[in-house]
């Protein structure tokens, strides 16, 4: 039963004084019989006061607000987890037939089983096509669907961003674990297996896994006679113990670890930085500055109004 010390910043950086953030975390690691949560402490700049609660998935959240200027938002994020998944789940040999009565009574699971409108619905269709469905079972189809991924798609970072479509990613047939866990999503979906979008950390230890050390994400199906179960088609693995699940969704925005807003006219740039200490005394790190797609925000137009005015004068 690997212990990951998992240290995780964000940062935001406002080149002038903001006011009045308002934002919502999904930081707050899923304790379950998979993984322990041995310590967690989150920082935030200014200290704010947190009001947690649990989301439409299930996943801890809280709401927090700094209404005096400031330059900066940091959150800070230090957890000690003790994982304890076995390292692929049993074969079940449960088909689609055996599914969809489950569905029916399950809103969460039909919602789960809806495809996103995507423009290329019909190279969905060819690449199912190219997978051969046919008379296979539930985890049969879940581990094809990744296996084809894998196989088909170049694994790159920087070509994409949080607000890629999956249509571009089709396109190019390129991206990052988030692109690959939203292509997945769209083939099991197009199947009818219900499957949601998992956040959290991948946690290898240096055993050749793509994305170690860093913010990660997957996919998990739902599997009749099972229940949920998570597979890395970034990796091509089921879940394992390496995986630290942080939040569960339809897509990556009901995932997001930090959403907010503010109120002021700045540019703001964002930095990411996490490690990964494991137990033999390795640690991972990795600092991503990522480019935002909106640079300058202006927030409220009364503000705009106002600073335009005060210039004239």
């Known amino acids: 039963m690997p212990v990951f010390k998992i240290h995780h910043i964000t940062k935001y950086a406002y080149n002038r004084p903001v006011i009045e953030s308002v934002n919502q975390v999904r930081i707050f690691p899923v304790a379950s019989p998979q993984q322990e949560i041995l310590q967690h402490e989150v920082v935030i700049t200014d200290a704010p006061e947190l ?3 649990l989301d439409y998935w299930g996943n801890r959240c809280a709401d927090f607000s700094l209404p005096e200027p400031h330059k900066e938002l940091s959150i800070d ?33 039909l919602d789960l089983s809806k495809t996103e409108e995507i423009k290329s619905s019909a190279a969905i269709d060819e690449l199912l096509a190219s997978i051969n469905t ?75 896994m793509r994305g170690e050390g860093a913010t990660h994400a997957w996919v998990e199906a739902f599997v009749p006679g099972y229940g949920w179960a998570g597979i890395d088609p970034t990796n091509n693995v089921w879940v394992t113990n390496h995986h630290v699940k942080l939040a569960v969704g339809r897509n990556f925005n009901d995932c997001s670890p930090i959403k907010g807003t503010f109120k002021g006219i700045s540019r703001q740039t964002l930095s990411v930085y996490v490690s990964v200490g494991y137990e033999d005394g390795h640690v991972f790190e990795e600092v991503n500055d990522v480019e935002m797609e909106v640079t300058e925000l202006a927030v409220t137009a009364d503000l705009l109004a106002a600073e335009e005015a005060q210039q004239q004068q």
């Not at 957890?79 to 009574?105: C, D, G, H, M, Y």
């Not at 970072?157 to 999956?166: A, L, Q």
């Not at 990052?176 to 946690?203: K, M, W």
């Open 134 to 208: 046919a008379d296979k079972t539930v985890m049969q189809l879940v581990q094809d669907c990744s296996s084809f991924i894998y196989h088909q798609f170049k694994y790159i970072k920087g070509i994409t961003n949080i607000e890629t479509t999956v249509d571009e990613i089709l396109e190019h047939r390129s991206g990052v674990c988030q692109d690959f866990a939203h292509v997945l999503l769209q083939l099991l979906r197009r199947l009818g297996i219900p499957s949601r979008y998992v956040s959290g950390y991948i946690c290898p230890n240096k055993n050749g």
């Open 51 to 53: 009001f947690f609660f």
């Open 77 to 109: 994020s230090r957890l000690i987890v003790r994982t304890t998944n076995a390292e692929e789940p049993p074969f079940i040999n449960t088909s689609l037939l055996q599914l969809q009565p489950i569905i029916e009574k399950d809103f969460q699971l």
